[in-house]
C-alpha cells in the first residue's frame, strides 16, 4: 500500500541527507594530499592512496556518493549520462531512456543491483540516487559477475557505510513546462560496540503532460516505386500521467574482534503509476487506419522486496571465506483500456486488458579467497539461482456496432529459471609494475516455460567465459600505464523473448506491429578485446584513451513479418555484427596546470566514437541496435575558498543519425544535447541548499521510422519537444 502524502514526504527526506553525510565522510576519511610535500612525503602519498581505477588490474571506475549527489539528480539515468562512455537514450528529460556502454543497451550492457540482476519489471528510475553508496562502471568482464556484459558492466550499489549517529534528511521540488516532482529521503545509522546499523529511505512523486502533437503532429506519408506518393496523415495527440513510489533499504552489521562479520541488508520498492492519452489521425490523402482517433487509460501497481545475509569469516595467511544468500519477490499488476474511434461512426473499440505478474527468486553464492604463492591471489566461487515467473492475462472486449467481433482471451503463463556459475579467478603481481587477472567463468541457464495457449518450450544454454586483463605500469614514468583485456561474453535472451504468445496492437502497421516471442531464440556468443592508455600526471589529472572491439554471433534484431494479414515484430538470430569503440577522457584540477594559487576549479572531458556493421543488413548504416555513434561530455567544477559555495556545469551530446536496421526497415534519430547546471549553498556544518536546472537548450528530439519493400515506402515522423527543469533539495543534518 502507497503511503499518504505528508508521511511519505517526511519519510523521503530523512533518507536523502543521509546518503549525503555518508558520501562526504567517505571522501573525507582519505588521507588529504600536502599542498607542499617534500619529496619522500609524495611518494608515501602516492602509494597509500588507493585509487581503484589506477591500481586495480582489471578496469573499472567507480563513481562515489558525492558525485551522485551533485547535481540533485532523482533518476539514476540522469547521474549515468554525464559519465564518460555512458549514453541515455531518448529525448532529454522524459523517463524511460535506454542505458548504453559504447553505445548499445538492450541487454547489452549489464545492469546490476548490489551484485545481481534485477528482476524483470524493475526500473532503474524508480531508484533514489541518495540510496546509492557508488556506481561500478567495469569495461571488461570480470568472473565474479555474470559474463552477460557484451558492452559492459554499470553495478549500483545501495549504502553500505555506517556512521555513528548519522542522521540526514533532503527534502526537493522540482518542475518545468511539462513536469513537476516532489522527492524526500532519510539516511539514519549509527555504532553501538559491534553492532551498527543504517536506515536509507525515498519517496518521490512526479506528475507530467506531454502535449507533443499539438505543436508539432506526427506524420505519415507513403510512396508508390514510381514515386507518386499515396499516403499523407498528421497525428496529434496528448498525454498525462502521475508516478509515485517509495524505497526503503534498511542494514545490520555484526562485526566481530576474531574479523569475522555478518551483515543483513534489505531492500523495498514500491510504486504506481497512472496514464492517459489520446492521439488523432487525420488522413488527407490515401486508406485510413483501422481507428481514427485512440484514447487509452492504464494503471501500474508494483512492488519489489529483497533479503540479503552476507557472512565473512577471516583465516590466517590472509584467506577469506564470503557466504550470501538472497531471496527476492515482485509482484505487479498493469491495467490497460484502449478505445478506438472511427469519425463519423463513434466508438468501435472497448477493450480491456488486465495482466497480473509475479517473480519470486533464491540465490546462494560463495566465495573463498586466499595468496596461494608469492605475489598471487586466487579466489573461486559459485552463484547460484531458482527463479519462477507467472503471470495472468485477461482481454475483454465489447461487442459494439461498426467493430469487429470481440477478441476475448484468457492466457496463463509461467516459467521457471535454473542459473549455475561457477569461476576462478587469479590476480598475479609479476613485478611491482607489471600485473596480471586471469578468470574462467562457467555459466549455465535451463529455462523452461509453459502457458494455456502455449506448447510446453525448454531451453538449455552454457557458456565458458576465459579472461584475461593485465596492467603495465611504464618504467621511469610516474603515472603513465598500460591496460590489456581479453574477454568471451553473451547475451541471453530474456524470458520474455521466448515466449510465443502474441502481445496484439491497436492500429496494426508497420510502425505498431504485434509482438511475439522466439521460442527459438539462441544466446548470443562475443570475443572482445580491450586496450587503453592512462596518464596519471597530478593529483586528479588523468588523460587515457581506450580502444575496443566486440565480435558477435548469434546477433538478435527485432523481425518484422506480415501474418495473417497482420505486421508481427519478433526476435531473431541474424549472423555476426562487428562493433568497436574508441574514447578518450581528460579530468584535471586547474592548479595542476597553473599555479597553486588558481582558483579551485576542476574540468573534464570525453569524447566516444563508435563504429559497427551487421554483415546480414547491407550497408551503409548498418549499426548494430542503433548503436550510439558519437558522444561527448564538458564539465566544470568550482568551489569558493572558504568551501561555502560549490557550482558548475555539464553539457553532454549523443549523436543520431541514419541507421539501416534490416533490408527493408530504416530509422533515423536527431543528435541529444543536455546542458545541466547545479550550485550549493552551505550555510552551516547541518544545512546546505542544492540548485539544479536541467536540459536547459530545451531541444526537440526527432525520430523517424521507414519501411520499403516491393509494394513501395511507407514512412513515420514524430517530434517530441522538452523544456527545461529546475529543482531545489534542502539538505539537513541533526
Known amino acids: 500500500m502507497m503511503p499518504r502524502r505528508p508521511p511519505v514526504l517526511r519519510l523521503t527526506v530523512i533518507a536523502t541527507a543521509v546518503l549525503a553525510l555518508q558520501a562526504q565522510a567517505q571522501q573525507q576519511e582519505q588521507p588529504a594530499a600536502s599542498e607542499e610535500p617534500a619529496p619522500a612525503l609524495q611518494k608515501v602519498e602516492v602509494r597509500s592512496s588507493y585509487d581503484p581505477r589506477r591500481d586495480d588490474t582489471a578496469s573499472k571506475m567507480i563513481v562515489s556518493s558525492e558525485e551522485i549527489a551533485k547535481y540533485g539528480d532523482t533518476s539514476v539515468t540522469d547521474v549515468l549520462k554525464r559519465l564518460p562512455g555512458i549514453t541515455v537514450s531518448g529525448a532529454a528529460g522524459r523517463a524511460g531512456g535506454e542505458i548504453r556502454m559504447r553505445g548499445l543497451g538492450n541487454g547489452y550492457t549489464q545492469i546490476l543491483l548490489n551484485g545481481e540482476r534485477a528482476p524483470a519489471g524493475f526500473s532503474l528510475d524508480t531508484l533514489s540516487p541518495d540510496l546509492i553508496e557508488r556506481i561500478e562502471i567495469l569495461h571488461a568482464a570480470s568472473a565474479e559477475y555474470s559474463t552477460q556484459s557484451i558492452a559492459g558492466t554499470i553495478n549500483v550499489v545501495l549504502k553500505k557505510a555506517v556512521k555513528t549517529a548519522q542522521r540526514d534528511i533532503k527534502l526537493g521540488v522540482g518542475g518545468g513546462r511539462d513536469a513537476r516532482s516532489g522527492t524526500g529521503s532519510l539516511q539514519w545509522s549509527d555504532k553501538d560496540g559491534k553492532f551498527s546499523y543504517s536506515l536509507a529511505a525515498s519517496v518521490y512523486r512526479h506528475d507530467y503532460r506531454y502535449e507533443d502533437a499539438a505543436s508539432q503532429p506526427a506524420l505519415e506519408q507513403g510512396y508508390l516505386p514510381d514515386g507518386t506518393q499515396n499516403l499523407l496523415r498528421r497525428i496529434s495527440g496528448n498525454s498525462d500521467g502521475r508516478s509515485e513510489g517509495i524505497n526503503l533499504s534498511p542494514r545490520l552489521n555484526w562485526s566481530y574482534p576474531d574479523g569475522d562479520s555478518l551483515a543483513l541488508q534489505f531492500?523495498?520498492?514500491?510504486?504506481?503509476?497512472?496514464?492517459?492519452?489520446?492521439?488523432?489521425?487525420?488522413?488527407?490523402?490515401?486508406?485510413?487506419?483501422?481507428?481514427?482517433?485512440?484514447?487509452?487509460?492504464?494503471?501500474?501497481?508494483?512492488?519489489?522486496?529483497?533479503?540479503?545475509?552476507?557472512?565473512?569469516?577471516?583465516?590466517?595467511?590472509?584467506?577469506?571465506?564470503?557466504?550470501?544468500?538472497?531471496?527476492?519477490?515482485?509482484?505487479?499488476?498493469?491495467?490497460?483500456?484502449?478505445?478506438?474511434?472511427?469519425?463519423?461512426?463513434?466508438?468501435?473499440?472497448?477493450?480491456?486488458?488486465?495482466?497480473?505478474?509475479?517473480?519470486?527468486?533464491?540465490?546462494?553464492?560463495?566465495?573463498?579467497?586466499?595468496?596461494?604463492?608469492?605475489?598471487?591471489?586466487?579466489?573461486?566461487?559459485?552463484?547460484?539461482?531458482?527463479?519462477?515467473r507467472a503471470e495472468d492475462r485477461r482481454q475483454r472486449e465489447q461487442a459494439l456496432p461498426g467493430g469487429a467481433p470481440p477478441a476475448d482471451s484468457d492466457d496463463d503463463y509461467h516459467s521457471r529459471v535454473r542459473l549455475l556459475a561457477l569461476y576462478a579467478q587469479d590476480e598475479w603481481d609479476i613485478t611491482p609494475r607489471w600485473s596480471m587477472y586471469a578468470g574462467l567463468r562457467w555459466e549455465g541457464i535451463a529455462t523452461r516455460s509453459f502457458g494455456d495457449s502455449q506448447e510446453s518450450t525448454q531451453q538449455r544454454s552454457s557458456v565458458w567465459s576465459p579472461l584475461l586483463q593485465t596492467l603495465w605500469k611504464l618504467p621511469d614514468t610516474k603515472g603513465d600505464q598500460l591496460r590489456l583485456a581479453l574477454t568471451r561474453t553473451y547475451k541471453s535472451p530474456s524470458t520474455s523473448n521466448l515466449i510465443p504468445r502474441r502481445s496484439l496492437s491497436t492500429n496494426n502497421s508497420q510502425f505498431d506491429p504485434d509482438r511475439q516471442g522466439n521460442p527459438g531464440l539462441q544466446p548470443e556468443l562475443a570475443l572482445g578485446v580491450d586496450a587503453s592508455y592512462e596518464h596519471y600526471w597530478a593529483e586528479g589529472a588523468l588523460l587515457s584513451a581506450r580502444a575496443s572491439a566486440r565480435r558477435i554471433d548469434g546477433y538478435t534484431r527485432q523481425g518484422l513479418l506480415l501474418v495473417d494479414g497482420r505486421w508481427v515484430s519478433m526476435p531473431v538470430n541474424d549472423g555476426r555484427a562487428e562493433t568497436q569503440t574508441v574514447e578518450l577522457e581528460a579530468k584535471f584540477p586547474l592548479r595542476a596546470v597553473l599555479a597553486a594559487t588558481a582558483p579551485a576549479i576542476d574540468l573534464r572531458a570525453s569524447l566516444g566514437r563508435n563504429w559497427s556493421q551487421v554483415r546480414q543488413v547491407p550497408g551503409p548504416g548498418n549499426r548494430l541496435d542503433q548503436q550510439t555513434p558519437l558522444s561527448g561530455n564538458l564539465g566544470i567544477d568550482y568551489k569558493t575558498p572558504d568551501g561555502m559555495l560549490t557550482a558548475g556545469g555539464s553539457l553532454v551530446f549523443t549523436g543520431g543519425g541514419p541507421v539501416r536496421i534490416a533490408q527493408q526497415q530504416y530509422a533515423y534519430t536527431s543528435p541529444r544535447r543536455d546542458l545541466d547546471l547545479y550550485?550549493?549553498?552551505?550555510?552551516?556544518?547541518?544545512?546546505?541548499?542544492?540548485?539544479?536546472?536541467?536540459?536547459?537548450?530545451?531541444?526537440?528530439?526527432?525520430?523517424?521510422?521507414?519501411?520499403?519493400?516491393?509494394?513501395?515506402?511507407?514512412?513515420?515522423?514524430?517530434?517530441?519537444?522538452?523544456?527545461?527543469q529546475a529543482r531545489a533539495t534542502m539538505e539537513m543534518k541533526f
Open 679 to 724: 550550485a550549493l549553498w552551505k550555510f552551516n556544518p547541518k544545512n546546505q541548499l542544492r540548485l539544479a536546472v536541467s536540459n536547459l537548450l530545451a531541444q526537440d528530439f526527432e525520430s523517424n521510422t521507414i519501411y520499403m519493400d516491393a509494394s513501395g515506402t511507407i514512412a513515420r515522423n514524430n517530434i517530441s519537444p522538452s523544456s527545461p
Open 267 to 388: 531492500f523495498l520498492n514500491a510504486g504506481r503509476s497512472g496514464n492517459r492519452s489520446g492521439s488523432h489521425a487525420e488522413t488527407l490523402l490515401g486508406a485510413r487506419p483501422a481507428y481514427d482517433r485512440n484514447d487509452s487509460v492504464s494503471g501500474n501497481r508494483q512492488g519489489f522486496a529483497r533479503a540479503d545475509v552476507n557472512w565473512v569469516r577471516k583465516f590466517e595467511g590472509g584467506a577469506r571465506l564470503e557466504l550470501g544468500a538472497r531471496a527476492q519477490t515482485t509482484g505487479s499488476s498493469a491495467d490497460t483500456h484502449p478505445l478506438g474511434y472511427v469519425d463519423n461512426v463513434g466508438l468501435v473499440l472497448d477493450r480491456k486488458v488486465r495482466v497480473e505478474a509475479s517473480y519470486d527468486s533464491v540465490s546462494s553464492t560463495g566465495k573463498y579467497s586466499t595468496p596461494w604463492m608469492a605475489g598471487h591471489a586466487l579466489s573461486m566461487g559459485w552463484d547460484g539461482t531458482y527463479s519462477q
